[in-house]
């Protein structure tokens, strides 16, 4: 097997922090919706999460996706 280059052994450890992001935008998201569900009035949090799509929609095309 062939030893890992510097260049594969920092894409390997983004990848972990990367995917440890997304796990906590996951945590976030749902205690964001257990804020709207004591304010259902609120259109603040419709606001934050359009944001938050937003931007996880610029990631996506960074993607080619």
Do not use: C
């Amino acid at each position: 097997m062939k030893t890992p280059t510097p260049a594969q052994r920092d894409y390997a450890a983004r990848q972990v922090r990367a995917k440890a992001l997304l796990a906590s935008i996951g945590t976030a998201l749902e205690a964001h919706a257990k804020k709207i569900a004591g304010q259902p009035e609120n259109w603040a949090f419709t606001g934050d999460l359009s944001a938050v799509e937003d931007r996880l929609q610029e990631i996506l095309e960074y993607f080619g996706k």
